[in-house]
């Protein structure tokens, strides 16, 4: 999938997102807020990543993973939205960001932030 077909994806199920599901035919039904699109970004850029990554990657989404820093602590579990796994051995974790809710006006934000 070509970097630009991923975005205009993306777009798309934003634009989906705010219809309802269901609809009666009728035009008096709005919704307020858009429907949550990460876990369909999350299989879509899984899809992307594959097809950069060599064959013999796993990738794993939203898969649990339970880890303890010290075997006298307690387990701790995190779901990382992608993990890239080959031979038994995690390589990396991706967790997309879809929505800051924190910080709508998103551009401004990372120009100020930006290191």
Do not use: W
């Not at 879509?44 to 594959?50: D, K």
């Not at 075997?71 to 974790?93: C, G, H, W």
């Amino acid at each position: 999938m070509e970097d630009i077909e991923f975005i205009e994806k993306i777009i798309n199920l934003y634009k989906k997102a705010e219809k309802p599901i269901f609809s009666n035919g009728k035009r008096n039904i709005k919704r307020g807020r858009k429907h949550p699109i990460s876990s369909k970004v999350e299989d879509l850029f899984a899809v992307y990543i594959s097809d950069i990554l060599p064959n013999e990657v796993e990738l794993l989404i939203d898969q649990p993973f339970t880890y303890s820093k010290d075997k006298r602590k307690k387990k701790q579990t995190i779901y990382p939205d992608i993990a890239v796994k080959r031979d038994n051995n995690i390589l990396n974790f991706f967790d997309l960001k879809m929505d800051l809710g924190f910080n709508r006006k998103f551009y401004p934000f990372v120009k100020r932030n930006k290191h």
